[in-house]
């Protein structure tokens, strides 16, 4: 099993930043594909951003050129650069994890985090 806590959500003005963080505890062996998802409020959850074991990194249209997705294999932890934050941001950011290299149907998931953009 392998167990998923995120930290560094909060409140933020538009165009400020946050740091997310997820680190990984458990059978971390299994772990290839980490990454983020997000839900608004009446919303459905959404992929952000993903990052394979060997570094491979995909992200949302809707993110690309202000988030970025990176990971420190040593620490088992993946982390989300958010810069230029908007309202639409907003949303309960979830880590996940996947045994393959792609995060659709993640295995493991994170409790979850609030991320508030104020306008």
């Known amino acids: 099993q392998v167990q998923l806590v995120e930290s560094g959500g909060g409140l933020v003005q538009a165009g400020g930043s946050l740091r997310l963080s997820c680190a990984a505890s458990?059978?971390?062996?299994?772990?290839?594909?980490m990454g983020w998802y997000r839900q608004a409020p009446g919303k459905q959850r959404e992929l952000v951003a993903a990052?394979?074991?060997?570094?491979?990194?995909n992200y949302a249209d809707s993110v690309k050129g202000r988030f970025t997705i990176s990971r420190d294999n040593a620490k088992n932890t993946v982390y989300l650069q958010m810069n230029s934050l908007k309202p639409e941001d907003t949303a309960v950011y979830y880590c996940?994890?996947?045994?393959?290299?792609?995060?659709?149907?993640?295995?493991?998931w994170g409790q979850g985090t609030q991320v508030t953009v104020s306008s």
């Open positions: 996940a994890a996947s045994s393959r290299g792609t995060l659709s149907n993640a295995d493991y």
């Open positions: 458990g059978s971390i062996f299994v772990i290839n594909a």
């Open positions: 990052i394979t074991s060997g570094g491979s990194t």
